[in-house]
């Protein structure tokens, strides 16, 4: 027997994550116009501890532009090696900033408004650093966004080059208070019903592309899907600390304009929009769980890939229980 077959048959979730792991890049809450942006102190406590949940490794950039230092929870995480926090100089030259200083620094409990050249350049920083990570280790990251991570417009991303998919009422997402260290520790317990569903969402895409029957794939895939969400919201339930019912996008982004024009032809006109996960609403017993396909944006200068480069969740005040 092969060194690979020997592997896999010793351990069920042999090839089903990359070696290096699945990374994802987070952000303190940003929000950007165009124009100007306001910058918090920390990262959101549930995008944080939804990051740990799903992902091997998380980067959250330390600019040089706008500081902001970490809190507790995140300094246990660098101690543990799964939070990162590299220093991007992009455009310190630029902006007159030296080689250990800061612009600005963020304490603990503020906030500040930046606009002009310093704003733009700090959010096209955090972008350079995404793709930085893009080309290093291509289609192992992805970029968290939303109203608790970076909420911005930006000229890397255009609309309708790009495909989503949306869990409704379909994830479980960890609390905000959630202990750190007990979370650590369900992961743990629980790697393989977490690893089974992040490697279905990972190849989605790329299993409906490279089949022959796209329509039979990709309502294979979503009985696939609903099976592992129903497994991880029944684990979920287990814990003895708080899980909510959540939402999950996850979006991909396309080589170019026609390409997206005609794979959304493909999936949405004639195959599927949105259809109920059964299997997940019988675990939950009340509500809607449902998956969604519909047009997305997408982002230049990236590696081709198969796998999501965006994520953005949403959490409901419904617990699982």
């Known amino acids: 027997m092969g060194e690979a077959k020997q592997r896999k048959s010793m351990d069920p979730l042999f090839g089903m994550k990359p070696k290096t792991g699945r990374g994802i890049m987070l952000s303190a809450p940003v929000r950007f116009d165009g124009e100007s942006c306001s910058v918090r102190n920390d990262i959101n406590p549930a995008e944080l501890r939804r990051a740990i949940l799903f992902w091997d490794k998380i980067v959250w950039p330390n600019s040089k532009i706008v500081s902001v ?48 050249a310093t704003a733009r350049y700090f959010v096209q920083e955090h972008i350079e650093e995404f793709l930085s ?27 309708g080059r790009g495909q989503r998919v949306t869990l409704s009422r379909a994830i479980p997402l960890p609390a905000y208070d959630y202990p750190i260290e007990e979370l650590l520790e369900f992961k743990k317990k629980r790697e393989a019903e977490i690893t089974a569903l992040n490697y279905e969402l990972d190849r989605f895409y790329s299993n409906i592309k490279r089949s022959k029957d796209q329509e ?44 997206a024009r005609n794979r959304a032809i493909g999936w949405e006109a004639g195959i599927l929009a949105t259809t109920g996960l059964p299997i997940v609403g019988a675990v939950l017993g009340v509500g809607a769980s449902v998956l969604s396909i ?28």
């Open 69 to 116: 230092l970490s809190n507790p929870d995140e300094q246990l995480l660098e101690k543990e090696g799964i939070l990162i926090r590299p220093r991007p100089d992009h455009f310190s030259s630029a902006l007159g900033i030296g080689n250990t200083s800061s612009l600005i620094v963020i304490s603990e409990g503020s906030r500040v408004e930046i606009d002009g």
């Open 133 to 159: 990570l893009d080309r290093k280790e291509p289609g192992q990251w992805v970029l968290s966004e939303g109203e608790g991570s970076f909420y911005l417009k930006n000229k890397n991303f255009v609309a």
């Open 216 to 259: 039979f794939e990709l309502n294979r895939l979503v009985s696939v899907v609903d099976k592992h969400c129903a497994d991880m919201i029944r684990v979920a339930s287990e814990s003895k600390w708080r899980f909510h019912l959540g939402d999950l996008i996850i979006s991909l982004s396309f080589n170019n304009l026609d390409s």
């Open 294 to 321: 519909e047009r997305g944006i997408g982002a230049r200068k990236l590696s081709q890939r198969g796998s999501p480069f965006r994520v953005v969740s949403a959490m409901h005040k419904e617990l699982i229980r």
